[in-house]
């Protein structure tokens, strides 16, 4: 009743507005906001609504009238919360009360989309199909998802990239409602794939959306002890991870779907009407070559048009061909299959992984809704933290640093760090430690709030030298902050004599920071193996993403994060690409995701890097930030084929005779390029640049059929870079044109520098990277 009330009114304001436009503040000053505050604990729904009313009163200056006349309704019965009729202002005011976990405008729910496809601007069916892209031919396409897998720890400790996920379980939990198959039509013809039986899976496991899975573990079985652990001998997703990918890329739209409270709303895939094959490689210790080469075989025999891998091997990656992701993704290229692979979570500089030219491979970054948690010291200070954790203290409590409750033979500076028996129970009980994390601590930072639970702490703030940002579901009230947020509580504990303080539950804020911002865990370029190629391609969201979960882990949905996450973001776009061009190359689908993405986040400043905050730059994010909204129309497109591949593994020093037995065919090293920066791909990178350098590259026209193109060109600094010709004029379409980009050093200058190339007319900008390094030495002058 209440809501159609409210529907009456807003028309009422619409009306308002086309007659008299003196209205317009009375209309918009308000709207209705959701109040949400976690689950229900006992209270009684009189109780509940006589603390809102008071919450409402607070932000009207304590009038209960218009309090009451504010309110809309209470959710009272199965969860807390409430919507009124609030300002901007009284909203931000209520979102920083104790107990709230979000608070969300009322906006129209349309069916799609995680938060993270929100923020990415992905368009929703309908407006495709005004623009004329047909979305039914996503039926057409068949995504296959080989994943690795095997954390030590059992799966609760898993989540919350606490392990990196750079071990990511893939199988699939086929009965989420993220793969349902209603209203899919048949599989498509053509379709080799098989529903392997196994453990509690059989033929009737698969479905419409789930057309195909299979798994591998004769190479895992033979290297591992023989009373390895093996859960579910057969595709069936035991640790959720699998689930969580596939959901991303593919997931039918589920409404309501959130984690323990936290951000909810609907939530599908990029693809969701893409069909699901799936290939579980990784069992719980990990997963071996083997096995990975027989899923590539198997996949690319079937007949997958995109193969989505949310897995590599530890940076630095060794040769391509020792490596049976890289072999594996050479000859699915080679059939016309796109590979999509996440880059890593080393965070280091030259750490990227997957970097063959013929992969896309995905670093990850944050979208603009973060998982908070409130922290308030004694002195007033109010400090923010990363948790997903809806546990609260419900009073401040005596705060003291971890060194100060050493046990036995623990140094202070051990317990600092809340190691496993470091900590003394007299001196924990009933405190809230202040920890420190460091990425290579044996103990997860689930684990850290366990320890000092067990110790009797009531409270933890996690010190994260590397200020990851990553949300995690601690199991008691728990924040992490970055180094410099951890000094200055750490100062105040030494400078006050009874220093407290009170840990909030987490929520959900939207909008809090830049975004997208590259994640600190995610692995940068240079490419350590070929640095004429860039890598990572682009970046996607990857930190704290609510997908589909296995219920054996105990949840139907999860937040986790990891270029692992990102990966799958990239797969969803590339299958929508492919289903409106579906003749359309492998490298052109890439191309079309590289030259479209943007390096300027959502308030249109660059993009910035964390923990540091400082700009980013293309080994961070590659090409940039992906953007659906531009990809199915990206006017020129920087394509190769698989003779591309051959020349360019021939200009890094691979002979014909090794080449043969990759390629069995007759493909010679006649055709190699002068370097490899001559592969035309979608970003230009030149490594070692000495006096003056050029490297070439081919467009092809599947824009407009007359269409013209300038090139505006940002030097990289100390280069001077000019592109011949630096006008593209188009007949039709499927032209191809050539052109060079000249580099000349200017300044000599050590490391990498960067610029970017963009191909403009009114309509399109086809923009790639430019990263240079300049030759050390006296070479660096010329004229
Ligand atoms: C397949 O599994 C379903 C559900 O687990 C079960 O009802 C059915 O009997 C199984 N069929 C076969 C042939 O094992
Ligand atoms: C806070 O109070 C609630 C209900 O009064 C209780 O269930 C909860 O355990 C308390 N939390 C803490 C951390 O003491
Ligand atoms: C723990 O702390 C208490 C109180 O300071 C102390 O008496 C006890 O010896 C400590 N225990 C160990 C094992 O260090
Ligand atoms: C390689 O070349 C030989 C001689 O030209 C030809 O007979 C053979 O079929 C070719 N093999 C392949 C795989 O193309
Ligand atoms: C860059 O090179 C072009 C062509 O070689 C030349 O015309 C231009 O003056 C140069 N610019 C600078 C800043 O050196
Ligand atoms: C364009 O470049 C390709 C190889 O990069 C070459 O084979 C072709 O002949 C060139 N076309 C023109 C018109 O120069």
């Known amino acids: 009743m209440s809501s159609s009330i409210y529907a009456t009114n807003s028309a009422l304001c619409f009306l308002f507005l086309a007659v008299l436009v003196a209205n317009v503040s009375f209309c918009f000053s308000t709207k209705v906001y959701v109040v949400y505050m976690g689950s229900k604990s006992g209270e009684h729904p009189d109780e509940i609504l006589n603390e809102n009313h008071q919450m409402l009163a607070f932000v009207h200056s304590g009038s209960t009238e218009q309090a009451q006349a504010s309110h809309v309704y209470s959710y009272k019965h199965a969860f807390r919360g409430f919507a009124a009729k609030l300002s901007d202002e009284q909203a931000f005011q209520i979102s920083k009360m104790?107990?709230?976990?979000?608070?969300?405008?009322?906006?129209?729910?349309?069916?799609?989309?995680?938060?993270?496809?929100?923020?990415?601007?992905?368009?929703?069916?309908?407006?495709?199909?005004?623009?004329?892209?047909?979305?039914?031919?996503?039926?057409?396409?068949?995504?296959?998802?080989?994943?690795?897998?095997?954390?030590?720890?059992?799966?609760?400790?898993?989540?919350?990239?606490?392990?990196?996920?750079?071990?990511?379980?893939?199988?699939?939990?086929?009965?989420?409602?993220?793969?349902s198959d209603t209203d899919m039509p048949a599989v498509p013809p053509g379709w080799k794939g098989q529903c392997q039986h196994g453990e509690a899976f059989n033929a009737s496991s698969c479905n419409r959306k789930v057309i195909g899975a299979r798994y591998y573990m004769t190479g895992y079985e033979a290297e591992e002890e023989s009373d390895a652990k093996i859960s579910f001998r057969s595709a069936r997703d035991s640790t959720g991870?699998?689930?969580?990918?596939?959901?991303?890329?593919?997931?039918?739209?589920?409404?309501?779907?959130?984690?323990?409270?936290?951000?909810?709303?609907?939530?599908?895939?990029?693809?969701?009407?893409?069909r699901i094959a799936v290939y579980k490689t990784c069992w719980d210790s990990g997963c071996y070559d083997a096995d990975l080469l027989a899923a590539f075989d198997d996949a690319i025999r079937d007949g997958v048009?995109?193969?989505?891998?949310?897995?590599?091997?530890?940076?630095?990656?060794?040769?391509?061909?020792?490596?049976?992701?890289?072999?594996?993704?050479?000859?699915?290229?080679?059939?016309?299959v796109l590979v999509v692979a996440s880059a890593g979570n080393e965070g280091r500089a030259a750490s990227?992984?997957?970097?063959?030219?013929?992969?896309?491979?995905?670093?990850?970054?944050?979208?603009?809704?973060?998982?908070?948690?409130?922290?308030?010291?004694?002195?007033?200070?109010?400090?923010?933290?990363?948790?997903?954790?809806?546990?609260?203290?419900?009073?401040?409590?005596?705060?003291?640093?971890?060194?100060?409750?050493?046990?036995?033979?623990?140094?202070?500076?051990?317990?600092?760090?809340?190691?496993?028996?470091?900590?003394?129970?007299?001196?924990?009980?009933?405190?809230?430690?202040?920890?420190?994390?460091?990425?290579?601590?044996?103990?997860?930072?689930?684990?850290?709030?366990?320890?000092?639970?067990?110790?009797?702490?009531?409270?933890m703030i996690l010190i994260d030298e590397m200020d990851q940002d990553v949300a995690i579901p601690f199991v008691i009230p728990s924040a992490i902050v970055g180094k410099k947020t951890g000094e200055r509580i750490l100062s105040y504990l030494r400078t006050t004599r009874k220093p407290v303080s009170r840990i909030f539950g987490a929520k959900t804020v939207l909008g809090a920071h830049p975004a997208p911002r590259v994640a600190a865990f995610s692995s940068k370029g240079p490419n350590s193996l070929n640095p004429e190629i860039l890598k990572p391609d682009v970046t996607a969201p990857g930190l704290n993403i609510l997908a589909a979960w296995s219920p054996a882990a105990g949840n139907m949905f999860n937040i986790l994060s990891g270029t692992s996450m990102a990966c799958?973001?990239?797969?969803?776009?590339?299958?929508?690409?492919?289903?409106?061009?579906?003749?359309?190359?492998?490298?052109?689908?890439?191309?079309?995701?590289?030259?479209?993405?943007?390096?300027?986040?959502?308030?249109?400043?660059?993009?910035?890097?964390?923990?540091?905050?400082?700009?980013?730059?293309?080994?961070?994010?590659?090409?940039?930030?992906?953007?659906?909204?531009?990809?199915?129309?990206?006017?020129?497109?920087?394509?190769?084929?698989?003779?591309?591949?051959?020349?360019?593994?021939?200009?890094?020093?691979?002979?014909?005779?090794?080449?043969?037995?990759?390629?069995?065919?007759?493909?010679?090293?006649?055709?190699?390029?002068?370097?490899?920066?001559?592969?035309?791909?979608?970003?230009?990178?030149?490594?070692?640049?000495?006096?003056?350098?050029?490297?070439?590259?081919?467009?092809?026209?599947?824009?407009?059929?007359?269409?013209?193109?300038?090139?505006?060109?940002?030097?990289?600094?100390?280069?001077?870079v000019s592109v011949t010709p630096n006008r593209l004029v188009f007949t039709r379409i499927g032209q191809k044109i050539n052109f060079t980009v000249n580099f000349k050093v200017t300044v000599s200058s050590k490391g990498y520098t960067f610029g970017f190339l963009s191909w403009r007319n009114r309509k399109s900008q086809v923009t790639s990277p430019l990263v240079v390094q300049v030759a050390p030495g006296k070479k660096g002058f010329v004229r």
């Open 568 to 720: 799958p973001h990239v797969t969803g776009i590339a299958t929508l690409v492919k289903a409106v061009h579906p003749s359309w190359s492998p490298s052109a689908i890439k191309s079309a995701i590289m030259t479209t993405a943007t390096v300027l986040d959502k308030h249109h400043r660059p993009i910035i890097a964390d923990p540091e905050q400082r700009r980013a730059n293309a080994f961070d994010y590659g090409s940039g930030f992906v953007n659906p909204a531009r990809v199915l129309d990206p006017g020129l497109i920087y394509d190769s084929e698989p003779a591309d591949f051959v020349a360019f593994l021939c200009s890094v020093g691979y002979d014909q005779r090794s080449l043969h037995l990759v390629t069995r065919d007759n493909s010679t090293c006649d055709r190699s390029f002068t370097t490899a920066s001559d592969l035309n791909y979608p970003s230009i990178a030149v490594p070692n640049l000495k006096g003056s350098f050029s490297v070439s590259r081919v467009v092809t026209n599947v824009g407009k059929a007359r269409s013209v193109y300038r090139a505006i060109v940002s030097s990289p600094p100390g280069v001077n």
């Open 98 to 179: 104790p107990g709230v976990v979000s608070v969300f405008p009322n906006s129209k729910r349309k069916l799609h989309t995680t938060h993270s496809w929100d923020f990415m601007g992905l368009l929703d069916d309908q407006t495709m199909e005004t623009l004329g892209y047909s979305i039914r031919n996503q039926e057409n396409i068949i995504i296959g998802f080989i994943d690795t897998g095997g954390q030590s720890l059992p799966f609760t400790e898993s989540f919350g990239l606490d392990d990196k996920l750079k071990i990511s379980m893939y199988r699939i939990w086929p009965e989420s409602p993220s793969f």
């Open 352 to 459: 990227a992984t997957n970097l063959a030219p013929w992969m896309l491979t995905v670093a990850a970054s944050s979208t603009d809704r973060d998982f908070t948690s409130d922290v308030i010291l004694g002195n007033g200070a109010k400090i923010m933290g990363e948790s997903l954790s809806l546990l609260e203290m419900n009073a401040s409590t005596r705060i003291i640093s971890a060194s100060a409750a050493n046990e036995g033979y623990f140094t202070t500076y051990q317990s600092s760090y809340c190691l496993e028996s470091s900590l003394n129970k007299t001196k924990s009980k009933g405190k809230v430690l202040v920890c420190r994390h460091v990425e290579s601590s044996t103990e997860s930072k689930v684990q850290k709030s366990k320890i000092v639970k067990n110790a009797g702490g009531v409270g």
């Open 305 to 336: 048009h995109i193969l989505s891998l949310s897995l590599s091997a530890e940076s630095p990656q060794g040769d391509y061909f020792n490596d049976a992701i890289s072999v594996g993704s050479f000859h699915a290229a080679s059939r016309g």
């Open 241 to 274: 991870h699998g689930s969580h990918t596939a959901s991303i890329a593919a997931g039918r739209y589920v409404p309501n779907m959130n984690y323990k409270g936290l951000a909810g709303g609907g939530a599908r895939g990029g693809a969701p009407l893409a």
